[in-house]
């Protein structure tokens, strides 16, 4: 039963989440992998320096010990230069959102990731250190020969792989000396030592040790009774089922429009496969908008207490003046006037008055709509249970080159600086539209009354 747990293990697979990045409201879809890489054997590609205390460090400590066939060995641990980020999609949500532009060149292409192809994009401090452009090759390497790799008879050739250098990148995360931890950081850290790949290309880099790692442990344990997996030639690793052994932590799906969120999640919860969920990350907004929302279903529901009473009140004035004008109506209409005639008379004389009303209320409303706004909003804020949210920093001084975190930090301050009441045209337009629409209906209601007069009626009354 534990066997077959294993063998079972809940993983996310390619396959299960092709359906949800080939939607078309997915912009961006980010399946991330993070390593730390080194350079071939030689040290022939140079690393970005900080010359800080972590660099000076480097050399000759993390010595390590252990005991083997009776003896002890000690091996002095290589720290590595690079971290390599890797996904499964071409593009990052990195890139969209700015924290990273390439300068030149290109991203990585489906078909190279299908393909496993050996490229790479790398930043241009990188590059100018190396004198290197885009179209140049690179040696990288997952691992360095240590005595744990020697054992499964690897060669430094094969641990390290020519990349094709196909885009130059700059990033907003440069690490100064005025971080916090500047003194602590290794040149891994480095932004400008990061190096983006298909998830594929690691794959396909690390197939020599992968699959003599495997033959090892095939030998050696090929006596044991539970010896399923390595017993079985179709779980060595190879480009053929590269797809099969190739899983997903996770996957973080960055849509067009953030309106699409919620119907999106709605759309897909029904299909997921067990022990998969799937989240919008949108609880802390939704919290944060709170008094917006709260403020915002106030500013409606005054709207249509002022749609209902202004109906009332025109309908109201237009009835008494109805009453008062029909000596002026029965003329109209003896001297052949139509009804509907007399009727689009009363609705230009309202509108014209209504016009200048609603100039007037524009262009007061647009002096003393900001401070009204703010002030509701303030009370909104302090009246709700929303706190303030204290930000957290990585130690380096903000760039936390593990992150594959990509939802957004929103704290009530960015939410209320971005807060801002104005009168746009397209409200204004929406005012007189809708003005004039209370002024007809304010028209057609008494204009029933008009429709039953009979002017011969009218005239022989006022007589």
């Given at each position: 039963e534990l066997q077959e747990f294993y063998n079972n293990y809940p993983r996310i697979k390619l396959e299960d989440v092709n359906a949800f990045v080939n939607d078309e409201r997915v912009k961006i879809a980010n399946a991330v992998n993070i390593n730390m890489w080194y350079s071939d054997a030689d040290n022939t590609l140079d690393f970005v320096h900080l010359n800080n205390?972590?660099?000076?460090?480097?050399?000759?400590?993390?010595?390590?010990?252990w005991f083997e066939d009776g003896g002890q060995i000690c091996e002095t641990y290589k720290e590595p230069y690079f971290l390599v980020k890797s996904n499964m999609f071409p593009?990052?949500?990195?890139?969209?959102d700015g924290d990273y532009e390439l300068v030149s060149g290109r991203f990585y292409t489906q078909?190279?990731?299908q393909d496993g192809s050996l490229v790479c994009l790398i930043s241009e401090n990188l590059a100018a250190l190396n004198g290197l452009s885009v179209g140049d090759t690179i040696l990288l390497a997952s691992q360095y020969n240590s005595s744990w790799t020697k054992r499964f008879d690897v060669t430094d050739e094969e641990l390290q792989s020519a990349f094709e250098v196909i885009g130059i990148f700059s990033h907003h995360n440069p690490i100064t000396p005025d971080a916090p931890n500047y003194d602590y950081c290794y040149p891994y850290e480095n932004p400008d030592n990061m190096i983006f790949m298909p998830s594929t290309s690691t794959y396909v880099a690390q197939l020599p040790l992968q699959q003599k790692q495997f033959d090892y442990y095939a030998e050696q344990y090929k006596d044991m009774e539970d010896n399923e997996y390595y017993s079985n030639p179709a779980n060595r690793p190879s480009m053929e089922n590269m797809d099969a052994q190739m899983y997903l932590n996770d996957v973080t799906l960055l849509l067009n429009d953030p309106m699409d969120v919620d119907k999106f999640v709605e759309d897909y919860q029904g299909t997921l496969n067990q022990f998969t969920t799937l989240s919008a990350n949108n609880e802390e907004f939704n919290r944060l908008a709170k008094p917006l929302d709260t403020l915002s279903m106030y500013a409606g529901f005054i709207i249509w207490l002022v749609v209902i009473n202004a109906v009332v009140i025109i309908t109201l004035v237009t009835a008494l003046t109805l009453k008062t004008r029909e000596y002026e109506i029965g003329v109209l209409l003896s001297i052949g006037a139509s009804k509907l005639k007399v009727i689009g008379q009363f609705f230009v004389e309202l509108a014209i008055v209504a016009i200048l009303g609603f100039t007037l209320s524009v262009v007061s409303g647009s002096l003393i709509a900001k401070k009204i706004g703010n002030t509701v909003l303030e009370y909104q804020i302090s009246t709700s249970d929303v706190g303030q949210e204290e930000e957290y920093y990585y130690g380096n001084g903000g760039f936390d080159p593990w992150n594959t975190d990509y939802t957004t930090d929103v704290s009530l301050d960015d939410l209320v600086s971005e807060y801002e009441v104005r009168i746009s045209p397209l409200i204004i337009a929406e005012i007189y539209i809708l003005g004039l629409g209370i002024v007809l209906v304010s028209v057609i209601i008494p204009s029933f009354m008009i429709m039953r007069y009979n002017p011969k009626k009218i005239l022989m009354n006022q007589n």
């Open positions: 205390q972590a660099e000076q460090n480097m050399e000759g400590n993390g010595e390590s010990c593009g990052m949500i990195e890139f969209e078909q190279e990731i």
